[in-house]
């Protein structure tokens, strides 16, 4: 199975700063599509996970343009350019590329200094 | 909008069977394959198992394999989670997902499953 390891696990944001979450999987999540499969996660407290990116960069519709995804191949990065109190959650990365099965992160909790 | 409403957690002892029930709207539900997926204390998001839109295709995560069957009933919009021998470690919230496969999209708001004598 794709191991998929997040960093760091808690992170404290003063509001309008930025933030920045690391996820790296145990091998690469190019597909032979050339497509790779990595998708980004947010949890408010209290709430079911909702999508944010897929395809490692590729917002879902009604998220905010201040998050952003990038990486390739093994390395990928959630950024969060202005962090905001409605941003308070948990945050994962998921790997849909190598299934079954599916694998996510361990997620990140992000809170406010 | 979709919407996806899972039903039928509950208590139930080591051993014993539940069944657990995802009724879907808003978008055409024979075009997706579903997932269930879920949230175990301690251990984070753990994908269970995946159908497609035909039904022709289940795959199984390994602790699911021969315990648990995912199906659909697309004449009620609705996917299925059969689970059997039930153990205290199965305890936890279970999420449907829409597909498609590698990158579910719509998440409903999860039913709670506990395990305990």
């Known amino acids: 199975d794709v191991v998929m390891t997040q960093s760091p696990l808690s992170l404290s944001v003063t509001l309008g700063q930025p933030a920045s979450i690391s996820c790296r999987s145990s091998?690469?999540?190019?597909?032979?599509?050339?497509?790779?499969?990595l998708l980004w996660l947010q949890q408010r407290p209290g709430q079911s996970p909702r999508r944010l990116i897929y395809k490692v960069s590729n917002r879902d519709s009604g998220v905010p343009d201040r998050f952003s995804g990038s990486g390739s191949g093994t390395d990928f990065t959630l950024k969060i350019s202005r962090v905001e109190a409605e941003d308070v959650g948990v945050y994962y990365c998921m790997q849909g590329t190598h299934w079954p099965p599916i694998t996510f992160g361990q997620g990140t909790r992000l809170e406010i200094k | 909008q979709v919407q996806l409403v899972e039903s039928g957690g509950g208590v139930v002892q080591p051993g014993r069977s539940l069944r657990l029930s995802c009724a879907a709207s808003?978008?055409?539900?024979?075009?997706?394959?579903l997932h269930w997926i879920r949230q175990v204390p301690g251990k984070g998001l753990q994908w269970v198992a995946v159908i497609s839109y035909d039904a022709k295709q289940k795959d199984y995560a390994d602790f699911a394999e021969g315990r648990f069957t995912i199906f659909r009933d697309d004449s009620k919009s609705t996917l299925y989670l059969q689970m059997d021998s039930l153990r205290p470690e199965d305890t936890g919230i279970y999420y449907c997902a829409r597909g498609p496969y590698g990158e579910p999209d719509y998440w409903g708001q999860g039913t709670l499953v506990t395990v305990s004598s």
């Open positions: 808003g978008f055409t539900f024979d075009d997706y394959s």
């Open positions: 091998q690469s999540l190019v597909y032979s599509d050339g497509n790779t499969f």
